[in-house]
Nanobody, 122 residues
Framework: HVQLVESGGDSVQAGGSLRLSCVASGDTIGRYCMGWFRQIPDKEREAVAGIESDGSTSYASSVKGRFTISQDSAKNILYLQMRSLRPEDTAMYYC?????????????????WGQGTQVTVS
């Protein structure tokens, strides 16, 4: 199975940018649907973006046009480029994977998770 480790979270001012990284090991990310999720205290974990092995992507309406998900298959790294950050983007961000094709955006569909990286926008 695959292990996932996120990094890149930070505290930034509104309007700023960050790039989150998710380093995968133990398996090839091309075998998985890969996704980014975020969660704040007392709220449900929500899907942010997903990517198929063929490169097709999907985004939550709240981040569409501002965030870009991508993957480097050779390096086995998943990225989330975040632009025009807003205070409401503040959350713990998680990298996740499920074997095969992406099917919906429910966190329960994803088997493998990273430890999370905190993004704070003020």
């Amino acid at each position: 199975h695959v292990q996932l480790v996120e990094s890149g979270g930070d505290s930034v001012q509104a309007g700023g940018s960050l790039r989150l990284s998710c380093v995968a090991s133990g398996d090839t990310i091309g075998r998985y649907c890969m996704g980014w999720f975020r969660q704040i205290p007392d709220k449900e974990r929500e899907a942010v973006a997903g990517i198929e092995s063929d490169g097709s992507t999907s985004y939550a309406s709240s981040v569409k046009g501002r965030f870009t998900i991508s993957q480097d298959s050779a390096k086995n790294i998943l990225y989330l480029q975040m632009r025009s950050l807003r205070p409401e983007d503040t959350a713990m961000y998680y990298c996740a994977a499920r074997w095969g094709l992406c099917r919906g955006d429910s966190p329960s569909a994803f088997t493998f998770w990273g430890q999370g990286t905190q993004v704070t926008v003020s």
